[in-house]
C-alpha cells in the first residue's frame, strides 16, 4: 500500500522568512498526483499545490513552491515571505493516477508563524 | 457555487449506538469521499462513492458503511459506536479536470463525532 511520511509533526517561521515542511512517499506505480493541503484552525481543508507525477518542472502558486524528486520519492514544500494566515497544519498527500479516487495523507505539520 | 456541506457539525453519541452523517457535494460533482480524522493517525480514507456506487474502500471494519443518492449526497453510517470512533469526518467532492486521472477535490468543515 501506499504511504505518505511527514516526519516534522510541528514547524515553525518567523513572518516574511522562508519554511520547507518535508514530505516522502512510497509507491511502485509510475504515474501519480502528489498534493499538499492546509488544515486552518477552523478545519476546512483547501488544496495549496498540486504536481503530477509525469511533469519534470516543479509546481508553484505565488509564495507556494514543491521540490518534487521523483527518484527519492520526496515532496516538500516551501513557503516563501511566510504571512500570519500560513498558520495551519500542513498534510501532503498522495494519489494513483488510475486507481479511482483514493488519497493517502501524511499525519500533518503544524506550522507556527511568529510575527 | 455553494461548498461541501456536512451535517451535522457536532454529534454526542454513546458506546453502542449507531450514527448517521450526511454530506452534499458541490453541484455537479459525482464523487464524494469519506475521511476519518485523529490527531494519532491523521486522515485515513475511509470510502469513495461515484454515481451511487462504492468504488474504493479503505481499511475500516463493516460497521463503517456510505451510500451516495441519485443527486450526488452521500451519507455515512456507523453502527455499534465504539470509543476509538471519536473524530472528525471529513467528506470530499470532486470533479474530473479531464486531465489524465486527475480530479479535484474540495473539502467539507466535517462533523465532530465524539463518543462517549
Known amino acids: 500500500a501506499q504511504t505518505v511520511t511527514q516526519s516534522q509533526p510541528e514547524m515553525s517561521v518567523q513572518e516574511a522568512e522562508t519554511v520547507t515542511l518535508s514530505c516522502t512517499y512510497d509507491?511502485?506505480?509510475?504515474?501519480?498526483?502528489l498534493f499538499w493541503y492546509k488544515q486552518p484552525p477552523s478545519r476546512q481543508m483547501i488544496l495549496v499545490i498540486r504536481?503530477?507525477?509525469?511533469?519534470?518542472q516543479n509546481a508553484t502558486e505565488n509564495r507556494f513552491s514543491v521540490n518534487f524528486q521523483k527518484a527519492a520519492k520526496s515532496f516538500s514544500l516551501k513557503i516563501s515571505d511566510s504571512q500570519l494566515g500560513d498558520a495551519a497544519m500542513y498534510f501532503c498527500?498522495?494519489?494513483?493516477?488510475?486507481?479511482?479516487?483514493?488519497?493517502?495523507f501524511g499525519t500533518g505539520t503544524s506550522l507556527t508563524v511568529i510575527p | 457555487k455553494a461548498g461541501v456541506t456536512q451535517t451535522p457539525r457536532y454529534l454526542i453519541k454513546t458506546r453502542g449506538q449507531q450514527v448517521t452523517l450526511s454530506c452534499s457535494p458541490i453541484?455537479?460533482?459525482?464523487?464524494v469521499s469519506w475521511y476519518q480524522q485523529t490527531p494519532g493517525q491523521g486522515l485515513q480514507f475511509l470510502f469513495e462513492?461515484?454515481?451511487?456506487?462504492?468504488?474504493n474502500k479503505g481499511n475500516f471494519p463493516g460497521r463503517f458503511s456510505g451510500r451516495q443518492f441519485s443527486n450526488s449526497r452521500s451519507e455515512m453510517n456507523v453502527s455499534t459506536l465504539e470509543l476509538g470512533d471519536s473524530a472528525l469526518y471529513l467528506c470530499?467532492?470532486?470533479?474530473?479536470?479531464?486531465?489524465?486521472?486527475?480530479?479535484?477535490?474540495?473539502f467539507g468543515p466535517g462533523t465532530r463525532l465524539t463518543v462517549t
Open positions: 470530499a467532492s470532486s470533479f474530473w479536470t479531464g486531465t489524465g486521472g486527475l480530479y479535484e477535490q474540495y
Open positions: 509507491t511502485s506505480e509510475s504515474d501519480y498526483y
Open positions: 504536481q503530477e507525477a509525469y511533469k519534470q
Open positions: 498527500a498522495y494519489r494513483d493516477a488510475n486507481t479511482g479516487n483514493q488519497f493517502y
Open positions: 453541484s455537479g460533482h459525482r464523487s
Open positions: 462513492y461515484f454515481s451511487e456506487t462504492q468504488r
